[in-house]
Structure formats: structure tokens, C-alpha cells
């Protein structure tokens, strides 16, 4: 069985560049989505504890099965851990196998970015240059870099309430050669802002956009609100937009669709993807992606990650699985 750590992650997508790895993302993420009637769905298994949530999260096609074990943890920076820590496996349908374990905390941050420009792709405005941060936490620069390879973005607009998680997005995105427009509330990083992603961590019902905060034309990347009882946007906001899902029953649990009634109106973003729903209808339409993360898309980053690291040897492979001449002899693995 292969396995991959953080550095193995690193060496792969320095390998080829940020860039190619969204885009190599980015293109399997929307086959996986055509493709999504043949997956097995399910809501995320969630364990809710009093410091944070701990889920898992399965999927699987007619080749392949995976998972993610990922948690949620707003205030372990305070401890020097990150938010989140996930790991996850691939394995073959056919026999079972287990062929892959890997990281997926640094694949996480990936996959959301890709998703949230695959979702940009056909929910923002084409010529959209000016992109808001609202959380400039540790996601916030795999957002930029992902939306710059569907996007031509100019600027970049930020606020977090932390003034030293702006330092560090500043010092980390600075070479990249946007215009970085540090603002000193939501409502300012907003203005004449074309995408907004809102990426924050803290485990509550937040408002972080009002309604007065929109503009014509907006797409609005609604990412940090993914379990019950944690939202950042009004419920206003979520009325007057065209809200676009991933997985409606998951959602509705987890997404900023849990303030509103069990019956308003969403399109699968699958659904657009395949050509059968409309995204975006004209430049004016506010719309809204209530991202709150789904295993398919852990399944499109498993599955890539799995075929570079065989294409370029990197990686290990230790025998988790007892090898046997005779399959039926299981025992023999203890003898000498």
C-alpha cells in the first residue's frame, strides 16, 4: 500500500506547479460531478463534541472507494494545531484493496479551493478580477491561487480580526503580484468586490455579510458555515441570492440553508455542471455556492494525488496488508 505524507504532498505539487495541480483538479472534480449519479451519497458521519467535531466522510464510484477522517477544531491555534487535520483512503472496489492512505489536511485546503473555482467557473462573472477574503486563516491562500487559474484576478481584498493572520497571508501571497488591499472590516473588503469568499473558522452562527453588503453581480463563495449551528451569512443574504449546493441532504444539516425553510429553492451544482440546471443568467444575478465540503470531491483529490505519486515514484509503500502464498493462511504471517 502507498502511503503519502505532507512532504510527499509538497514534492508532488511542486512537481508541477500550483497551478497545474488546480487545473489537473479542477478538470477531474467537474468529471466526478458529471459523473455524479453513479457515486454512493451519503451525509458525513459527524461526532459533535463540546471543542469541536470530528466526521467521516465515504464515497465510492464503480472503481474506486474512499473516505476522509477530518476534524474541526476552531480553537486549537491557541494549542499551535490547526483547525483542521484530516487523513484519508483509497481502495479498489473490485477486491477491497486498500491501494492509498494518505495526508488530507493539505489535500483539504486543495480540493476547497479547486471546488470553490470549479463552482466560481460557472457562478461568477466571467470577467471577474477582484476577489474579498473574509478569514485570511489557513485556507485563504489556496482560495486565491485556485481562482487565479480560472480567473484573471487583479486585487485581492481581505479582512480577518485578526491582524496578525493578515501578516501572514500578505507575507505568503505577496509574491504572487496581486494588488493587496488590506481593509479594516467586512463591509470595506466587500465594496466593488466581483467573488467574496467567506472562510472563517469560529463554530457559531455568525453574520459576517447583510444584505446592504451585496452588490449586483456578486458571487458569493460561502465556505467557513459547514456544520450545524455554524453559519456566516444573514439569513437575508441567503434569501436574495440564487443559492447553488453540492449535496442537498448534507447540506440543509450543515450549510447557511439550515436558516431557511426545508423547501427553498437550490440547484445542485451538478446539476449546472452537466449542463441540465442554468448558473449564472446575466452579469446583475447575485449568486451564492453554500459550500460545505463533500466527500466526492475528497474521492477527485485521493484519486489524483494517488496516479502523480506513481507517475513520479514518490512516496512509500510499507505492507499494511499481510502478503501470503496461500491466501486462506493467515496464520503463517505469525510464524518465523
Same mark, same amino acid.
Given at each position: 500500500?502507498? =502511503?503519502?505524507?505532507?512532504?510527499? =504532498? #509538497?514534492?508532488?505539487?511542486?512537481?508541477i506547479g500550483f497551478k497545474d495541480f488546480f487545473l489537473k483538479l479542477i478538470d477531474i472534480l467537474e468529471s466526478d460531478y458529471k459523473n455524479w449519479d453513479n457515486f454512493d451519497k451519503i451525509p458525513r458521519v459527524a461526532t459533535h463534541f463540546p471543542y469541536g467535531v470530528i466526521e467521516l466522510m465515504p464515497t465510492s464510484d464503480e472503481e474506486f472507494y474512499t473516505f476522509k477522517y477530518v476534524n474541526g477544531h476552531p480553537r486549537?491555534? #491557541?494549542?499551535?494545531?490547526?483547525?483542521?487535520?484530516? &487523513?484519508?483512503?483509497?481502495?479498489?472496489?473490485?477486491? !477491497? $484493496?486498500? /491501494? /492509498?492512505?494518505? +495526508?488530507?489536511? /493539505?489535500?483539504?485546503?486543495?480540493? &476547497? !479551493?479547486?471546488?470553490?473555482?470549479?463552482?466560481? #467557473?460557472?457562478?461568477?462573472?466571467?470577467?471577474?478580477?477582484v476577489l474579498c477574503l473574509i478569514g485570511t486563516g489557513a485556507q485563504s491562500e489556496f482560495q486565491t491561487l485556485a481562482f487565479d487559474t480560472i480567473f484573471d484576478i487583479k486585487e485581492i481584498r481581505y479582512f480577518d480580526i485578526d491582524s496578525k493572520t493578515m501578516n501572514k497571508f500578505e507575507k505568503n501571497i505577496k509574491k504572487y503580484g496581486f494588488k493587496l488591499t488590506r481593509c479594516d472590516s467586512a463591509k470595506e473588503?466587500?465594496?466593488?468586490? *466581483?467573488?467574496v469568499t467567506t472562510i472563517t473558522a469560529d463554530k457559531a452562527n455568525q453574520t459576517i455579510l447583510t444584505k446592504d453588503m451585496l452588490e449586483e453581480g456578486m458571487f =458569493?463563495? !460561502?465556505?467557513?458555515?459547514?456544520?450545524?449551528?455554524?453559519?456566516?451569512?444573514?439569513? $437575508?443574504?441567503?434569501?436574495?441570492?440564487?443559492?447553488?449546493? +453540492?449535496?442537498?441532504?448534507?447540506? #440543509?444539516i450543515e450549510g447557511e440553508i439550515q436558516q431557511v425553510s426545508d423547501d427553498f429553492p437550490t440547484t445542485g451544482l451538478h446539476e449546472v455542471i452537466k449542463g441540465e440546471k442554468i448558473g449564472r443568467k446575466n452579469s446583475k444575478e447575485i449568486t451564492l455556492f453554500d459550500s460545505v465540503g463533500f466527500a466526492i470531491e475528497d474521492f477527485s483529490v485521493l484519486k489524483l494525488i494517488y496516479e502523480?505519486?506513481?507517475?513520479?515514484? =514518490?512516496?512509500?509503500?510499507? *505492507? /499494511?496488508?499481510?502478503?501470503?502464498?496461500?491466501p486462506k493462511d493467515l496464520f503463517v504471517s505469525f510464524e518465523d
Open positions: 500500500m502507498l =502511503i503519502l505524507d505532507v512532504y510527499d =504532498i #509538497k514534492k508532488i505539487v511542486q512537481k486549537n491555534p #491557541k494549542f499551535d494545531k490547526t483547525t483542521v487535520m484530516a &487523513t484519508g483512503q483509497l481502495s479498489l472496489i473490485k477486491t !477491497g $484493496e486498500p /491501494l /492509498l492512505i494518505s +495526508e488530507m489536511t /493539505l489535500l483539504t485546503a486543495l480540493r &476547497t !479551493g479547486a471546488t470553490s473555482a470549479m463552482a466560481g #467557473k460557472y457562478l461568477a462573472k466571467k470577467n471577474s478580477s473588503a466587500v465594496l466593488n468586490s *466581483d467573488i =458569493i463563495n !460561502g465556505v467557513g458555515g459547514d456544520c450545524p449551528g455554524k453559519t456566516e451569512l444573514s439569513k $437575508e443574504v441567503v434569501e436574495t441570492c440564487k443559492v447553488f449546493v +453540492e449535496y442537498l441532504p448534507q447540506t #440543509k502523480l505519486a506513481k507517475k513520479y515514484n =514518490i512516496g512509500k509503500e510499507l *505492507d /499494511l496488508i499481510p502478503v501470503m502464498d496461500d
